[in-house]
């Protein structure tokens, strides 16, 4: 297993369109009113954690993204660095649509699956094209790291910096309004 530095991984709080459950992907969507107390709710516990001086902060540019940073970032006066490398996987012509609407058309594709499994065999990018990318952000990184960025892609992060596998990654939480904190090959929730 390579070593990585410490990193703290922010997923982007509620939008409107999880809460409706549409694929979301690459398109933009809108921090809820509960999105924005998961980024405050970040926010206190990167303040609790005592952070080392000169901490990376890193960002996906998409809007969700960039609106929870801007909470919880700003609550220990990080300022990311946005980087394309970690938007969400890009889902093709599933974006925008419903998952129920998506499930009906295509019932032998969604049935018993979960949306992290659905992400990455559906159209648009692979499993091995996130990992390209992720993984070429993680070589990048020279000290510890706050990363915000998204559910599935941050799923990648995790099962690359913990050397596990698909059945270990669908069966992980991407809970929001946590801090998850990635060190020595170890990851602990912090809630």
């Not at 709080?13 to 709710?41: C, I």
């Not at 996987?89 to 032998?108: I, K, N, S, T």
């Not at 559910?151 to 050397?163: E, F, M, N, P």
Request: aromatic share 6%; with cysteine; hydrophobic share 40%.
């Amino acid at each position: 297993m390579t070593d990585y530095p410490t990193l703290y991984l922010l997923r982007h709080g509620q939008t409107d369109w999880n809460r409706d459950r549409r694929v979301q992907g690459q398109m933009e969507s809108d921090l809820t009113e509960l999105g924005r107390g998961h980024a405050a709710a970040q926010g206190r516990i990167l303040q609790a954690l005592e952070l080392p001086e000169g901490i990376a902060a890193y960002c996906s540019p998409q809007r969700r993204t960039r609106q929870t940073a801007g909470i919880a970032l700003g609550a220990v006066g990080l300022e990311p660095v946005y980087d394309d490398r970690l938007k969400e996987v890009y889902l093709d012509r599933w974006e925008g649509h419903l998952y129920a609407d998506l499930a009906a058309q295509e019932p032998e594709t969604f049935e018993g699956r979960s949306v992290f499994e659905l992400c990455l065999i559906g159209p648009g990018e692979t499993e091995a094209d996130l990992r390209a990318r992720i993984g070429a952000f993680l070589r990048e990184l020279t000290g510890p790291a706050v990363v915000v960025s998204h559910g599935v892609a941050l799923t990648i992060l995790r099962g690359i910096v913990l050397g596990v596998g698909m059945e270990e990654m669908i069966a992980m939480r991407r809970d929001q309004g946590v801090v998850l904190e990635l060190r020595d090959g170890v990851e602990v929730t912090h809630r």
